[in-house]
């Protein structure tokens, strides 16, 4: 199987700080790949090298067999290749709705030509009657339908993520990369917020998370990668990873890790 993501040994040198060093691997069509690694350890400023925020010293990324070497992050997003950000950044006085439709002139759709006030007035004609229901098919596919006509301020903290996500799919991207996408939630967002990963990779779409919370990147991953100091330290699936001395000296810990492998054998015990 040819990888769809390929990082090539880059290097990211900040003047005389090492923040990247010879980093490689491979993400398939179809995986769930989580990036981890402790605070610094380099995780987003690999998915700035990824989606062409930052240039790397070294080495170069590789997609769809395409190198991504200088390419602007609007270009690598026509590619195929999507992101969204730790933070959210949704227009609180405006409805749920218009901040996706906002979100679609902004991305330049071809669905959405019409002036953005003719569109949100509902003025747009057929451009704009086809990126209403663009919007209203995300909305749905993320699980906000019913809170469209709320203002995008109003919605709990994982929701807003949500629009988030809407916003990257609308780019209908092969792949996408969520930086931190259950940071600041609490359990019942996380649960949702993993229910929507799955489904995203079941409507063909692959992912790669960089993600702290270690119990959702063991229950979601098909395979992680570990970083530490910038450096690739571990790479395989969540149960060598969970066991992996590196990484329970470098991130885990050994009680984290203790409780990890105790739950993972708990599991396979009622497998």
Do not use: C
Request: hydrophobic share 45%; charged share 20%; net charge neutral.
């Amino acid at each position: 199987m040819s990888a769809l993501l390929s990082v090539e040994h880059v290097g990211v040198r900040f003047g005389g700080l090492v923040a990247i060093a010879d980093l490689h691997f491979d993400v398939n069509p179809g995986e769930i790949v989580s990036l981890i690694g402790p605070n610094g350890a380099g995780k987003t400023t690999a998915f700035n090298v990824m989606t062409g925020f930052l240039r790397p010293s070294q080495g170069e990324v590789r997609f769809r067999g395409t190198s991504l070497a200088g390419l602007p992050p609007h270009e690598i997003t026509r590619l195929g290749l999507a992101r969204t950000f730790q933070r959210t950044s949704v227009f609180p006085d405006d409805t749920v709705f218009d901040n996706v439709m906002i979100g679609l002139h902004r991305q330049g759709s071809l669905m959405s030509r019409a002036p953005l006030l003719d569109t949100l007035l509902g003025r747009g004609g057929a451009n704009e009657r086809r990126l209403r229901e663009r919007a209203a098919a995300l909305l749905e596919r993320v699980g906000l339908a019913g809170r469209s006509n709320e203002k995008a301020g109003s919605l709990a903290y994982g929701e807003q993520r949500l629009v988030g996500v809407a916003l990257a799919l609308a780019t209908e991207p092969a792949m996408l990369l969520l930086d931190e996408p259950v940071s600041g939630m609490n359990a019942s967002e996380t649960r949702v917020f993993v229910r929507l990963i799955r489904q995203i990779r079941d409507s063909g779409v692959t992912l790669l998370l960089v993600e702290h919370d270690m119990p959702l990147v063991m229950d979601v991953s098909d395979r992680i990668v570990v970083l530490n100091y910038g450096r690739l330290i571990a790479e395989g699936p969540p149960a060598a990873i969970r066991a992996d001395p590196a990484v329970i000296e470098a991130y885990l810990g050994q009680g984290s890790a203790a409780r990890h492998a105790g739950a993972g054998a708990r599991e396979a015990e009622h497998a």
